[in-house]
Each structure stands twice: as C-alpha cells, then as structure tokens.
C-alpha cells in the first residue's frame, strides 16, 4: 500500500437519529479524507458524533439508529425512518457518501458490505463492556473474525494464526489462555485481544473507537504502545477516536476536530496542537495540561483556561455556526450563517466565518 493515495472519502456525510424529542443529528455534513498508511485521530469532547460517525462509515449507523428508536416503544419514530419528518426533507439515518477504495458504501447491498467489515475495515468499539461475547473463548471469537471470511481454512491454520496475532497484541501466555472466556481477562487484555480481532482479517483501515477510556493510566499507556506498533508494523491506515487530546497526540499523522456533528477543522497534527486556527480548537487546546505541557516543551507559553459554557444538546442545535454562544469571536453572520467547510490553505480545512482575521493568542 502506498502511502498518501485517498483510501477513505466521506462527502457531505449526515448520520441522524429519531428521538422523542426530535432529529439528533449526529453526524452533520461531515466530509473528511483518510490516506492509506496515515493514522487520522478524530477529537471531540463527548456526545459530539464521533462514535456516530464510526458506525455511519462502517454500515451500522442505521440499524443502531432503529433499534433505538424501536426500542423506545414509540411506532411514530420508526415511521419516520421512511417518511421523514413532516414537513421537511429531513430523515433519520445516513445521507452523503462514504466512498472506500472506490466504493461508495452506503450503496452497496447488504452481502457486499458484510463481506468489507471485519475484512477491510475493522472497527474496535467504544466501550469493553458488550465487545467480547462472555459465552465463547477468547481464541473462538478471535478465530471468528477469520472464519466468517475463509470457510476454507484448516483447523490447524486457524489456530496459529489466532496465537500469532494474539501474540503480536502481547497478550501474557496467549497459548494457554485462548481457550478461556472473556471474564478471566483484565480491560487492557482485553482491548489487546480486540485489537488482535481487528488486525486478523488484513483489513486496509482500523477504526479505533476510545480504545484507552475506561483503563487505568498505565493500562493505556500500554494500549497505545500496541497501537503504535500497529501503526509502524501493518500496512494499515488508523482512525483513532478519542475525547482525550493526549491520546491524539501521541499517534496522530492528522487530526479532525469534531464539535456538534461537525467537523469544524482537520489539519496535520503539528498544525493542530501547535497553531490551532479555529475557535473551538483553540479552545480545547487549553483544556488540556497533556498538551500544555508538549507546548511548554516547543517554547510556547500555554494557558490552561478551557472553554465556557457546554455543548450543544444536538435536538436542539444554535443556529448559524453551533459554536456561537460559546465563541468569543462571534460576529452577527455566526448566528445567521452555517460556515462553509473550506481548504484555506493545502490540507488545512476550517469551518469559521472569520477565518484569517483570528490572532494566535
Ligand atoms: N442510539 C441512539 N439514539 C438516539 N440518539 C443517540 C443514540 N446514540 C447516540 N445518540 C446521541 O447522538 C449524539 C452523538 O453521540 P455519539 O456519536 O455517541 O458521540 P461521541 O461518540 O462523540 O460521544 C449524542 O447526542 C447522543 O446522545
Ligand atoms: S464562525 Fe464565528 S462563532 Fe463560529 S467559530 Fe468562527 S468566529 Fe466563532
Ligand atoms: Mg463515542
């Protein structure tokens, strides 16, 4: 795989969900570019669609999406699904494309698109608790992931391969323990052994949802050395999710800032946490000492001051720019005018009005 070919487009990408109290929108016009070989980290602080956007790109947005609102009992939100919502043009579920090695996903039928997860893109899921099955061993459910594409494989095949990349993850005694079910293993032995999963069925992109939340800190100090070895060692492109800048910053080649189901701006890592250019990535940047710190390191002065107020309910967002009721920039045209998502200068998009009039602080 060469690196720096486009691998992954997503085009004006919208992922909304029915609720009671009306669209979540999720995933709002989201359009992004992951190359092959590079690592994208994908930063926001929670409930702004990242994990949304992960199941949007893999196909499973909208069955998550029905099932919720199935699951509220309430007949009137899974109609809309079909018919929209009154009125508007507006409909839960994915819109835009996600176009992968060519292909636009969201068009494809449902057999061609399984046959693509877990074989050339894998997502490890936010959240340890319901990713491993508690009824199977942790070597059947790692042997699955090759199964399901290869029914040919020997039994004896199959099992060496599941140790060489249980191995590989670093799992302790690996060849002992495959044969034990989940419980007996720690939240970091377990995210190895989900990383191991992602990795067996040679898929060009991994999809890293919160990999390190929930671990303690030496745990995911650990993680994200597998990470990088996963990252130096495959030929894979990473998309590394996190609401922690630190964990960004450790392993990112570029990174989008995600604010409101937007992608508000998407630049090269040094760009990023150095020279941050749009308001709320300014902003975050001081909520941060990890990054703080890497500052003080670069013989910059950094500030740890946060950003006021809270994100917006996503039933409910701010007209014109969402980040307006917090933005101490904001001029009249931010609570009129949804800004564009613009290339201001080559591989640097941004979604501000103000843009070039906003000094460094
Ligand atoms: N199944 C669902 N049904 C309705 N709303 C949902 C569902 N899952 C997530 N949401 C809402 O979508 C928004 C984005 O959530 P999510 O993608 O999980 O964000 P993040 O991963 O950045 O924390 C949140 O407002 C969340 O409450
Ligand atoms: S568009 Fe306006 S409100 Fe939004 S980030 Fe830029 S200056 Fe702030
Ligand atoms: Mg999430």
């Given at each position: 795989?060469?690196?720096?070919?486009?691998?992954?487009?997503?085009?004006?990408?919208?992922?909304?969900?029915?609720?009671?109290?009306?669209?979540?929108?999720?995933?709002?016009?989201?359009?992004?570019?992951?190359?092959?070989?590079?690592?994208?980290?994908?930063?926001?602080?929670?409930?702004?669609?990242?994990?949304?956007?992960?199941?949007?790109?893999?196909?499973?947005?909208?069955?998550?999406?029905?099932?919720?609102?199935?699951?509220?009992?309430?007949?009137?939100?899974?109609?809309?699904?079909?018919?929209?919502?009154?009125?508007?043009?507006?409909?839960?579920?994915?819109?835009?494309?996600?176009?992968?090695?060519?292909?636009?996903?969201?068009?494809?039928?449902?057999?061609?698109?399984?046959?693509?997860?877990?074989?050339?893109?894998?997502?490890?899921?936010?959240?340890?608790?319901?990713?491993?099955?508690?009824?199977?061993?942790?070597?059947?459910?790692?042997?699955?992931?090759?199964?399901?594409?290869?029914?040919?494989?020997?039994?004896?095949?199959?099992?060496?391969?599941?140790?060489?990349?249980?191995?590989?993850?670093?799992?302790?005694?690996?060849?002992?323990?495959?044969?034990l079910d989940p419980g007996s293993f720690s939240g970091g032995e377990s995210q190895r052994i989900l990383i191991a999963m992602a990795l067996i069925g040679?898929?060009?992109?991994?999809?890293?949802?919160?990999?390190?939340?929930?671990?303690?800190?030496?745990?995911?100090?650990?993680?994200?050395?597998?990470?990088?070895?996963?990252?130096?060692?495959?030929?894979?492109?990473?998309?590394?999710?996190?609401?922690?800048?630190?964990?960004?910053?450790?392993?990112?080649?570029?990174?989008?800032?995600?604010?409101?189901?937007?992608?508000?701006?998407?630049?090269?890592a040094v760009k990023i946490f150095h020279e941050p250019q749009h308001p709320y990535t300014m902003g975050l940047m001081t909520s941060f000492p990890t990054?703080?710190?890497?500052?003080?390191?670069?013989?910059?002065?950094?500030?740890?001051?946060?950003?006021?107020?809270?994100?917006?309910?996503?039933?409910?967002?701010?007209?014109?720019?969402?980040?307006?009721?917090?933005?101490?920039?904001?001029?009249?045209?931010?609570?009129?005018?949804?800004?564009?998502?613009r290339e201001v200068e080559p591989d640097h998009f941004i979604r501000c009005h103000r843009w070039g009039e906003i000094e460094q602080e």
């Open positions: 795989m060469t690196k720096g070919d486009p691998l992954l487009v997503l085009k004006n990408l919208k992922a909304y969900y029915a609720s009671k109290k009306g669209l979540v929108r999720a995933v709002d016009d989201v359009s992004l570019e992951i190359r092959e070989g590079e690592c994208v980290g994908l930063l926001g602080e929670s409930g702004s669609g990242k994990s949304s956007m992960a199941l949007a790109i893999i196909g499973l947005f909208e069955k998550m999406a029905r099932f919720s609102a199935g699951a509220s009992n309430d007949p009137e939100l899974l109609k809309t699904f079909d018919k929209g919502i009154r009125g508007t043009q507006e409909r839960p579920g994915v819109q835009g494309s996600v176009v992968f090695r060519g292909k636009d996903l969201t068009k494809l039928p449902s057999d061609e698109l399984v046959a693509i997860r877990g074989r050339e893109i894998s997502l490890i899921p936010q959240g340890l608790g319901h990713a491993l099955n508690p009824q199977h061993s942790i070597g059947h459910q790692t042997a699955e992931s090759v199964e399901v594409h290869d029914e040919n494989i020997r039994l004896l095949e199959l099992k060496r391969k599941v140790l060489e990349y249980l191995g590989l993850v670093q799992l302790a005694d690996a060849n002992l323990r495959f044969v040679g898929p060009y992109l991994v999809i890293a949802d919160e990999p390190t939340t929930a671990l303690d800190v030496t745990v995911q100090a650990q993680i994200i050395n597998v990470l990088k070895m996963v990252r130096d060692e495959f030929d894979v492109s990473l998309l590394l999710i996190s609401h922690d800048a630190g964990v960004i910053a450790e392993m990112a080649d570029r990174v989008a800032i995600m604010y409101a189901g937007k992608v508000v701006e998407y630049a090269n990054i703080a710190m890497m500052q003080m390191r670069a013989g910059k002065k950094p500030r740890l001051r946060g950003i006021p107020g809270d994100p917006p309910d996503l039933c409910d967002i701010p007209s014109g720019c969402p980040f307006h009721p917090r933005c101490r920039y904001a001029v009249d045209i931010c609570l009129e005018a949804v800004p564009e998502y």
